[in-house]
């Protein structure tokens, strides 16, 4: 083989060997359940307050691998309204008891107090009188339209 062809050779497997190690090591491992949070340390990602009632927090996940923490299930919906986002998963903290819910699992009463005064919180879908998702979205568009949007 010529000098040439060699040195061709070796250019190519340097450029897929810095490729594949380029794309290895920029792979976003996404997880499969809600990261955890550092009570009144974090930041909501829609108002800025602290994160600071675990009983109304609520979490984004992004297909990028970003996470956003929210103080109340309000702000994630404001916050989703307002950006394009890819989302990979949302959580929810279960009112009830001390556990995440997923989007799959969640379900929301009105409170007559929240974080950020959007009156929503999350329980399981199966709780008696639960309402949908779309639902408390709609709670939240009408608290915007009556004015107290707040954030």
């Not at 909501?44 to 994160?51: A, E, F, L, P, S």
């Not at 999350?122 to 939240?140: H, N």
């Amino acid at each position: 083989m010529s000098t040439k062809i060699i040195k061709a050779l070796l250019l190519a497997l340097a450029i897929v060997a810095v490729v594949v190690t380029f794309v290895r090591f920029n792979q976003v491992t996404l997880s499969d359940a809600a990261v955890p949070v550092v009570w009144d340390s974090e930041v909501c990602g829609h108002c800025k307050m602290h994160v600071g009632d675990p009983r109304f927090a609520a979490q984004l996940q992004t297909t990028e691998g970003d996470v956003l923490n929210f103080d109340d299930p309000g702000c994630l919906f404001d916050y989703l309204q307002s950006h394009q986002t890819s989302i990979h998963a949302l959580y929810f903290r279960n009112h009830l008891e001390d556990a995440w819910l997923p989007e799959s699992e969640v379900g929301f009463l009105p409170a007559q107090e929240s974080p950020m005064g959007y009156g929503i919180r999350a329980v399981p879908k199966s709780t008696p009188d639960a309402q949908s998702m779309d639902w408390a979205k709609a709670q939240v568009r009408e608290r915007k339209h009556q004015g107290h949007g707040g954030s």
